[in-house]
């Protein structure tokens, strides 16, 4: 049996459906389902069971399993309570940490690309306690993820026993179906898809830096498929440990993405630009883009879907439908 917790979130679900389609039913998730309709991102899967979180170490006792995949989390960048966000991302990971290491079973999880906080030290994932005492996260969601990435790295570095496997994955700006419950926090395609498709004007932000067009602030969008295909992979690779970005290692526009959108349904563009508020204007990131040397040389060849293939894929497959689910 397989453990996926966050398995009713976004990347979770659709790493549960990968497994379903490759055979396997064993999966168990832990996640909190709520009263928001969560619990669609799961309606065509066949589960082992499905765990709240706090009954998890209870659940877990005893138990053997084949890997946990830990995507569970508090996602929100916005988030701002703070014990709430250490016990979700941080005690939990490491009690699920403990439980792997114990019970010598591979440990993959999620940490994040907000770790590099405004990327002025790079996008590097240098596996050392050095260099991710470096980064400078600027929020409490990335400064979570960054805490556990240190306490890891800690423990491989003063020679404490790990997982016989062991992968922390710094996922950059995910997109695809199953996101819809995310809200704000949804990419920006899902969230201006209904826009695009009804013709109405679709804004986008001014560029306030010098240099740098409106609307060409970058990002590594990636299509939630290629994150899978690296998930799947590392639970193939049994000798695979690390610390890896999960990105495509080529940074496009907020104005591509919409124009591949636009393209997808054979439509004219039609966006604006708008003010950037004030208030975020010191502290918005203008460029994202994963180094995927490391997770190259470990082996990985599966590719990442070029922007405008990805986006064509999710706007016909999933968007552009009555039902929008995986």
């Not at 610390?243 to 919409?258: E, I, P, Q, W, Y």
């Not at 190259?296 to 439908?321: H, K, W």
Request: proline content about 3%; glycine content about 10%.
């Amino acid at each position: 049996m397989l453990l996926v917790t966050g398995g009713a979130g976004f990347i979770g679900s659709n790493i549960v459906a990968a497994l379903n389609d490759a055979g396997r039913a064993d999966v168990a998730v832990c996640d909190v389902l709520g009263t928001e309709g969560k619990w669609r991102n799961l309606a065509k899967r066949q589960l082992a069971d499905v765990v709240p979180p706090g009954e998890l170490m209870h659940w877990l006792a005893g138990r053997r399993l084949e890997a946990v995949v830990h995507m569970g989390a508090i996602s929100e960048t916005t988030a701002t309570d703070g014990d709430l966000v250490v016990e979700t991302n941080f005690r939990l990971s490491l009690r699920l940490l403990d439980w792997c290491t114990a019970n010598a079973t591979p440990f993959i999880y999620a940490s994040s690309a907000s770790t590099y906080g405004d990327g002025a030290e790079g996008f590097q994932d240098e596996a050392s306690v050095a260099a991710l005492k470096r980064l400078r996260p600027m929020n409490l969601y990335g400064w979570s993820k960054n805490l556990f990435d240190l306490a890891l790295l800690g423990r491989l570095e003063s020679g404490e026993k790990l997982p016989p496997q062991w992968a922390g994955l710094k996922f950059f700006n995910v997109f695809g179906p199953n996101e819809y419950h995310k809200g704000t926090m949804a990419s920006v395609l899902a969230r201006r898809f209904d826009e695009i498709r009804s013709g109405r004007t679709v804004e986008l932000f001014k560029s306030h830096r010098e240099g740098i067009a409106d609307g060409d602030q970058r990002r590594d969008f990636i299509y939630v498929d290629d994150v899978v295909r690296v998930v799947l992979w590392l639970l193939s690779r049994g000798a695979v440990s690390g610390l890896f970005n999960v990105g495509t290692g080529k940074a496009r526009s907020f104005r591509d993405l919409m124009l591949a959108a636009y393209g997808a349904l054979g439509r004219s563009p039609n966006i604006a630009y708008i003010d950037m508020p004030e208030q975020i204007r010191g502290s918005y990131q203008y460029f994202t883009e994963a180094r995927v040397d490391r997770l190259l040389a470990a082996g990985y060849n599966g590719g990442f879907t070029p922007l405008e293939e990805a986006v064509s894929a999710y706007v016909t497959g999933f968007l552009d439908r009555p039902d929008r689910y995986r």
